[in-house]
């Protein structure tokens, strides 16, 4: 990275020069990208191609965008190492679902190891439930509310390493390999999630960032917080309290779009939102019919 980009990042971060490389400084660099750089797939939405370079990756965030886990944990490694942090990629796979058998690290998550301090740690800032501050690697368990982390071997990936994630809203855990990762052992995996009718990316626009306290996420049209309190949600059901909600919530101007991308944008996920909502009331109707019939 340029010294230029790197002062326009940390710009975007809200951070100031860090100086050298400490593990207070890694921690708040983290925590202000989770809070300020937000998780979001909308580009597939917006029929948009991206990619998984580094460069690419950087140049999204310089724009005011987000992305989903190879764009954001791809440019925050690029940082990283620009402010002198040794910084290691690693093929990773979400297990989106407990009661499934974990995936192994299928390249569909891309995780990041920091060596700061003498220790080597794991920093995500690409997770729907990310930590909020750096875990070390080593056995054991953490506390970040609203959530509870913990780092053991892992079980699906020999060599590797398992995240687990108590009471998660996103997933259950991530499993990455030791091995040191490249950005070509991602392209297909991106390509598939960003473009496959079955990838949870393509059928639901998301939208997700991460604070202190909890989580906000965007989902379709339903806009949840989930903290220590516990969840809370609304469905959002006009392009103007969307919009508003990008805006003010995620940090989300959409400035790299115009006017016509973006009442296309609304119209197919409002669309997708109301297919989602007939299939959840289908069965609720049917169960109401059968309590008539009876």
């Not at 080597?120 to 959530?147: I, M, N």
């Not at 639901?204 to 965007?218: F, K, N, P, Q, W």
């Not at 969307?242 to 779009?257: E, P, Q």
Request: charged content about 25%; overall charge neutral; aromatic content about 6%.
């Amino acid at each position: 990275m340029q010294k230029t980009d790197v002062r326009r990042y940390l710009r975007r971060l809200g951070v100031p020069d860090p100086g050298r490389p400490s593990l207070a400084a890694l921690g708040a660099v983290q925590a202000a990208h989770l809070e300020r750089v937000p998780y979001e797939t909308l580009d597939i939405h917006l029929g948009r191609i991206t990619a998984v370079s580094p460069a690419e990756s950087v140049a999204r965030v310089l724009r005011g965008r987000g992305g989903y886990c190879f764009h954001l944990n791809g440019a925050l490694a690029a940082l990283l190492r620009a402010l002198g942090y040794p910084v290691v990629w690693h093929r990773g796979g979400v297990h989106a679902n407990a009661a499934a058998p974990a995936p192994g690290a299928d390249a569909s998550h891309l995780a990041l190891t920091v060596t700061c301090e003498g220790e080597e740690w794991l920093v995500d800032v690409g997770l729907g439930d990310a930590p909020y501050e750096p875990l070390p690697l080593r056995t054991g368990t953490w506390r970040q509310e609203p959530f509870a982390y913990g780092l053991r071997p892992s079980a699906a990936e020999p060599g590797g390493w398992r995240l687990d994630v108590t009471d998660g809203v996103t997933c259950a855990g991530m499993d990455f390999s030791a091995e040191p990762a490249q950005p070509g052992d991602f392209a297909a995996r991106h390509r598939e999630l960003s473009t496959a009718p079955d990838s949870p990316f393509v059928r639901t626009a998301s939208v997700i960032r991460r604070d202190a306290e909890g989580v906000d996420m965007l989902r379709g049209c339903v806009l949840s917080r989930r903290d220590a309190t516990g969840r809370r949600e609304r469905e959002l059901t006009t392009a103007a309290d969307w919009f508003s909600a990008l805006a003010d919530i995620f940090g989300l101007t959409l400035a790299d779009t115009d006017e016509g991308e973006r009442a296309a944008l609304w119209r197919r996920v409002r669309g997708r939102h109301e297919t989602w909502r007939a299939t959840q009331d289908a069965p609720r109707r049917a169960r109401g019919d059968a309590v008539a019939a009876g």
